[in-house]
């Protein structure tokens, strides 16, 4: 990891896509990650990585049991 920025406000084109015309929820935060490939000569490579929360889901939990909520990470190369 050469170096990484936060951008909790911004919107990745996916993230985009997945709230403002799908309606699902919108990440609670996002990082730009620049990570040094060896096999490119020294190049760096963007990754976006989108974060969410989400309700957990198990079935062996007896109803009522307040649980933990459950960060879902989305990892992607950069477009």
């Known amino acids: 990891?050469?170096?990484?920025?936060?951008r909790p406000r911004d919107l990745s084109p996916k993230a985009f896509v997945y709230h403002k015309?799908?309606?699902q929820?919108?990440?609670?935060?996002r990082h730009?990650?620049?990570?040094?490939?060896?096999?490119?000569?020294?190049?760096?490579?963007r990754y976006v990585i989108?974060?969410?929360e989400t309700e957990p889901v198990y079935?062996?939990?007896?109803p009522g049991t307040k649980l933990?909520?459950?960060?879902?990470?989305d990892v992607r190369p950069a477009l």
């Open 50 to 52: 989108d974060y969410y």
């Open 1 to 6: 990891l050469a170096r990484f920025h936060g």
């Open 32 to 45: 730009d990650w620049y990570v040094e490939r060896t096999d490119t000569h020294g190049r760096y490579q």
């Open 21 to 23: 015309l799908l309606g």
């Open 59 to 62: 079935a062996a939990a007896p």
């Open 25 to 29: 929820p919108a990440p609670f935060d």
């Open 68 to 73: 933990p909520p459950v960060t879902y990470v």
